[in-house]
C-alpha cells in the first residue's frame, strides 16, 4: 500500500514493490501541492503493481549489471568465499570487455569476440608473458570456468524472458594446455628445502613468505591462502 504523508506543507508519496527476484523496492516522490495530486500519482504505482509492469528487469539493463544482480540473488552467500572470488573475477572480466553492453544487444558473434579478447589477454598481459602472433594469456581451463558462470547466467535471462536466445551457445573456447601435473607439484624434498628457506627471518609483515610458508604447510591453495583473515586463525 501507498504511504501519503504531508511534510512542510507539502505531500508525499512512497510506494513499495517486490521485483521478480523477491527484493523489496520502493519508489519516493514528493512536492504534491494538493493531496488529490498524491493520491493519484500512487495509484498509477499501484496499478502497475496490479499488472505487473513494474519491478521486471529491464531488457535494456547493461550485461554487467544483469550479471551482477544473478550473482548477488543466486551465488553471493550461498557459495565458498573462494568460488565467490572466481565470480567476482568473471564480472570484472565482463566490466572490462563488454562496458556498457545490453543484455539485449548481446550476440552470439559478440559473445564468441568477448572470449576471443579474453583467451589473448590485453597488452599488458601479454607483453609480460613476451607473447607473439596467437599465442593464448588463458589456459583452457580458465577459458572454460569464465565461460561456465556466465553461461548458467544467460540460462536463467532466457528462462526468465529477459532475451529470447542464449548467445552463449556453440561459442568456440580456446586457450593454452596450462601447465603439466610435474610443474604444478614439488617432491618432498623440494617442498623442505623451499620451506626451510622461506622460514628464513620470517615475520608478519612477510606477506610473500608467510603465504607460501603457510600453503606449504596446509596445502592450501594459493587463492585460499590470499582470502585469510585474522579471524580465520586459531
Known amino acids: 500500500m501507498a504511504s501519503i504523508k504531508k511534510k512542510n506543507g507539502k505531500w508525499a508519496v512512497r510506494v513499495s514493490y517486490y521485483d ?9 516522490k514528493s512536492g504534491f501541492s494538493r493531496k488529490k495530486e498524491a493520491e493519484q500519482w500512487a495509484t498509477k504505482l499501484e496499478q502497475a503493481k496490479f499488472d505487473q509492469s513494474i519491478g521486471k528487469t529491464d531488457t535494456t539493463t547493461v550485461f554487467t549489471d544483469y550479471y551482477e544482480k544473478w550473482l548477488e540473488t543466486y551465488k553471493f552467500g550461498k557459495v565458498s568465499r573462494i568460488t565467490e572470488q572466481e565470480y567476482r573475477y568473471t564480472l570484472r572480466q565482463i566490466a572490462e570487455l563488454l562496458p556498457n ?5 548481446m550476440t552470439r558473434l559478440r559473445y564468441q569476440q568477448f572470449i576471443n ?3 589473448h589477454g590485453n597488452a ?17 581451463s580458465s577459458v572454460e ?17 529477459l532475451i529470447k536466445t542464449d548467445f552463449c551457445l556453440h561459442v568456440e573456447l580456446g586457450g593454452h594446455s596450462g601447465k603439466s601435473a610435474q610443474l604444478k607439484y614439488l617432491d618432498a ?3 623442505q628445502t623451499l620451506a626451510a628457506e622461506v622460514n628464513k627471518n ?3 609483515i612477510s606477506t610473500g613468505k608467510s603465504m607460501i610458508y603457510t600453503g606449504l ?7 585460499e591462502v590470499s582470502a585469510l583473515t585474522w579471524t580465520d586463525i586459531d
Open 202 to 204: 620470517i615475520k608478519l
Open 20 to 28: 521478480e527476484f523477491g527484493k523489496r523496492h520502493f519508489k519516493n
Open 189 to 191: 624434498k623440494d617442498m
Open 145 to 161: 570456468k569464465l565461460h561456465g558462470h556466465i553461461h548458467a547466467a544467460i540460462i536463467d535471462a532466457v528462462a526468465d524472458n
Open 124 to 140: 599488458k598481459q601479454r607483453a609480460q608473458r613476451q607473447l607473439t602472433d596467437n599465442q593464448p594469456y588463458h589456459s583452457k
Open 217 to 223: 604447510l596446509t596445502g592450501m591453495r594459493v587463492a
Open 101 to 105: 553492453v545490453q543484455l539485449s544487444s
Open 117 to 119: 579478447e579474453f583467451v
